[in-house]
């Protein structure tokens, strides 16, 4: 049977639409396994979807060649280069390190392929439980790190004149961390406005990380499900007669991986003016990946500068670990206190090394402006009471934030009473501002001093030791000539009469002696 030339024609043309098909669905093949089906190398990401409504992503950026893997690996704050590699395809190990100021953090991950699938493993710290998750390909260049943002030239951020004495409030971080929403807040703006703190001075009630969603169309910033109405539970808090603050970063990503102010400080101080918040926390968190500990000065700097314009004063609390030596310029950004340490945790050890670190930062506060040796934990269960009152009262001599961070809605009279104790809060609010000092160390006994309005003196006795001891404050090593006629002590509630040269306390494992001294 003899072909006419059309039906040649097509079916020619139909071999050539099959060859080349079948070409374009090889190459698509290949291209798929060169990018994720044959080895590591592409852009891969592990979601974790939160109940808020976020979705918690690690991102692997990895480039296989042979055995050798490189790359990045970014997970919330952290952006870690691989810098070795080894194993094979059944479970590579790779170790990952990052710069975190001048300090160097390294974790391990096992990756290895799975069909299309990487399988990821790695824990937290060494000896932390094992966290296991599977990536997907990621479209190319998602997750990646942005580029740093031009810093403004170091100018002095006018004074905001708030926080002329120690901010007093509330603050979210410690004890719901992540667990925080609308209810939980109104519930402590209640307790605060019932249960006495508002009358001794604690006024601000601050929302920490993980309140972000992302951001819209315009690039404002939009709050997550546990928070559906930033405008009406701030004027919620507001009708309590109480203030509310906020907490943003730096960098792309806030210390939690929620959304950060790189590259939106004005709108986003536009946003909190307009949604009614009156104070900020700023922390550092992911713009350790973009900007040294040197920059970090500039950086603070165009968030005071946003907060000036935002039209609404917003108390500005620094938060970089007391990196930088931030004593010497957060006053200069606008800040109206700065973190001098890492974060606290709720245990003697912690609370102890924190407080009684803090000697020689006194010069650098003043009214306006104050060290933040973090936020309390009185109450949250990790301590006594006795060692609940040396926290309250290392800070008050400090002249520090008195933010609490138990739940206020659920506190023992013994704790409701450390926290609310007026005349040990007089000591941290007093109009001189200045800070007090170690004015001896004898093994675990410890005296400080602080100077208050009208010449008087804070003085505490502090018995670091396991075992009750007697502590002797002699007159002449805070600068008196004479026996002070007048002497309180803080704790008691009662009036003292002192003789001679010196005043002498048994003290306990961990507990203090505070008196207040005058002519
Ligand atoms: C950092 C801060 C803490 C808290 C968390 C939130 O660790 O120092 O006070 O804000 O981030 O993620």
């Known amino acids: 049977m003899r072909m006419g030339r059309d039906m040649k024609m097509s079916l020619h043309r139909l071999r050539f639409q099959t060859i080349e098909s079948r070409t374009r669905a090889l190459f698509f093949l290949f291209l798929a396994a060169s990018c994720h089906g044959r080895d590591l ?103 990646t790190l942005p580029q740093r943002l031009p810093l403004p030239e170091p100018h002095a951020v006018p004074d905001n004149g708030l926080a002329r004495t120690p901010p007093m409030g509330w603050n979210s971080w410690n004890k719901f961390a992540g667990r925080v929403d609308d209810a939980a807040l109104r519930a402590i703006a209640d307790a605060m406005a019932s249960n006495g703190m508002k009358e001794v001075g604690y006024e601000y009630v601050n929302i920490d990380d993980t309140w972000q969603a992302g951001r819209d169309a315009q690039g404002n910033i939009t709050s997550n499900k ?193 926290l609310t104790n007026r005349e040990v809060i007089a000591i941290d609010q007093d109009s001189e501002g200045k800070p007090g000092r170690r004015v001896s160390k004898s093994g675990d006994q410890e005296i400080w001093a602080k100077p208050l309005s009208g010449g008087r003196q804070a003085v505490a006795l502090f018995n670091r030791g396991s075992e009750p001891a007697l502590i002797t404050v002699k007159w002449s090593i805070l600068g008196l000539k004479s026996t002070p006629a007048h002497a309180r002590d803080l704790w008691k509630h009662a009036d003292l009469k002192l003789y001679g040269t010196d005043y002498s306390a048994t003290v306990r494992s961990h507990d203090v002696v505070f008196i207040r001294i005058s002519d």
């Open 226 to 418: 546990k928070f559906p109405d930033m405008k009406a539970l701030a004027d919620y808090v507001h009708s309590k007669g109480l203030k509310i603050g906020i907490y943003s970063s730096p960098g792309p990503k806030t210390c939690a991986g929620y959304e950060g102010s790189y590259g939106h400080e004005e709108q986003d101080a536009k946003t909190y003016a307009a949604w009614g918040f009156d104070y900020l926390k700023y922390d550092w968190c992911d713009a350790r990946n973009l900007y040294t500990d040197e920059e970090m000065r500039a950086v603070y700097q165009k968030m005071g500068d946003a907060l000036r314009k935002a039209g609404r004063p917003i108390l500005y609390s620094l938060c970089q670990y007391g990196r930088a030596e931030v004593w010497k310029w957060g006053a200069l950004v606008g800040g109206n206190a700065w973190r001098t340490t890492g974060d606290i945790r709720d245990s003697w050890d912690s609370m102890s090394k924190i407080g009684f670190s803090q000697d020689e930062l006194a010069p650098f506060a003043k009214p306006g402006h104050w060290n933040d040796p973090d936020m309390l934990e009185i109450g949250n269960g990790g301590m006594n009471d006795d060692e609940y009152k040396t926290h309250m009262t290392l800070w008050s001599i400090l002249a520090a934030p008195l933010l609490a961070g138990n739940d206020l809605r659920e506190m023992s009279p013994g704790i409701a009473a450390i």
């Open 41 to 143: 190398t592409g852009n891969w990401v592990a979601r974790d979807p939160q109940p808020d409504g976020t979705s918690r992503d690690t991102y692997l950026d990895l480039k296989q060649e042979g055995s050798r893997i490189r790359g990045h690996i970014r997970v919330t704050q952290y952006y870690y280069n691989v810098v070795e590699s080894t194993g094979g395809p059944d479970n590579f190990t790779l170790i990952c390190s990052m710069m975190d100021g001048h300090n160097e953090r390294r974790v391990e991950y096992q990756v290895k392929l799975v069909g299309d699938e990487v399988h990821v493993a790695t824990r937290r710290r060494p000896g932390s439980e094992l966290i296991e998750m599977v990536a997907h390909p990621a479209p190319p260049g998602e997750g």
